[in-house]
């Protein structure tokens, strides 16, 4: 029944999860191709394929992220498709987003931005989604990330307006077509140790940075500096200082920090226009 199969996977996954009976549930719902809510009212049905759902709850208990298991996660409102080869979109990283709204909003002349570390899609693709005029070029190193946010562009179907590119930052970008860059890019510093679900399983050359972490956000303001472009850039809750010593050293006086909903510094702007 899925009622006795629920609660035999809570009870396997309460060494691994803070919140099992939610995990299970979701993991159940998407067994079972049913809203969660629908769930009360199943469940004195035969569950079906029961070997099935408890390779999904062994998997959790591996602690793989429930996101990679399911092959979905919610960003923005929305359910973006995700695989392991993408970091998961976070939900700091949806401040990110509303910090370029607000930009593209003021400067009423953006309309083509670029994205540096696209990894699923999910920001470029809710940019454009916001944002109808926006032309997006969107870049990374790794192919698996692209693959990912290849899919996001077609199930959202805004191909047309985002351009994919495998390479480093935006090495053979047209500046032309770049008026503003956004980015949430590897900063995590060497030898920081994460929680598992995170250290095994997401991409790492997503997640770390060399030395203390600032290396990639110092070259994207280098980058965003040569362009004289305005710049929103994610970053770690403990680099504020860094990356105002940085912007010292170069004499860069338009920027501010936003914090997250937990009050930590999360990203900075700075403005060369």
Do not use: W
């Not at 609660?7 to 067994?31: G, K, S, T, Y």
């Not at 191709?33 to 070997?51: F, H, I, N, T, V």
């Not at 298991?69 to 080869?85: D, L, R």
């Not at 860059?181 to 997401?202: D, F, H, K, M, T």
């Amino acid at each position: 029944m899925v009622a006795e199969a629920l609660q035999e996977a809570v009870r396997q996954l309460q060494p691994v999860a803070e919140r099992p009976r939610l995990e299970v549930e979701i993991l159940l719902a998407h067994h079972l191709g049913c809203e969660r809510s629908r769930l009360l009212l199943r469940d004195r049905e035969p569950l079906e394929k029961a070997e099935e759902f408890f390779a999904m709850i062994e998997r959790r208990c591996a602690h793989e992220p429930i996101e990679y298991i399911t092959g979905t996660v919610s960003f923005y409102g929305e359910e973006f498709f995700i695989a392991p080869g993408a970091l998961i979109p976070r939900p700091e990283t949806e401040i990110l987003v509303e910090e370029a709204a607000v930009l593209i909003r003021e400067q009423r002349g953006i309309e083509r931005i670029a994205e540096i570390g696209v990894g699923s899609g999910a920001i470029s693709v809710t940019l454009a989604k916001l944002f109808p005029r926006l032309q997006i070029v969107a870049t990374d190193i790794r192919p698996e990330a692209l693959a990912v946010a290849r899919e996001n562009l077609r199930r959202f179907g805004v191909e047309g307006r985002i351009t994919l590119k495998e390479t480093s930052l935006l090495e053979g970008v047209d500046p032309s077509r770049v008026e503003m860059i956004v980015s949430n890019p590897p900063y995590v510093a060497q030898g920081c140790v994460l929680e598992p679900n995170v250290a095994r399983y997401e991409p790492h050359m997503a997640l770390f940075a060399p030395g203390d972490g600032t290396e990639l956000l110092r070259r994207i303001v280098d980058l965003a500096a040569r362009l004289g472009v305005p710049t929103v850039c994610e970053m770690g809750y403990d680099q504020r200082k860094p990356m105002e010593a940085y912007f010292r050293e170069k004499g860069i006086e338009n920027y501010r920090f936003y914090r997250d909903l937990a009050g930590l510094d999360r990203g900075f702007i700075v403005d060369f226009g």
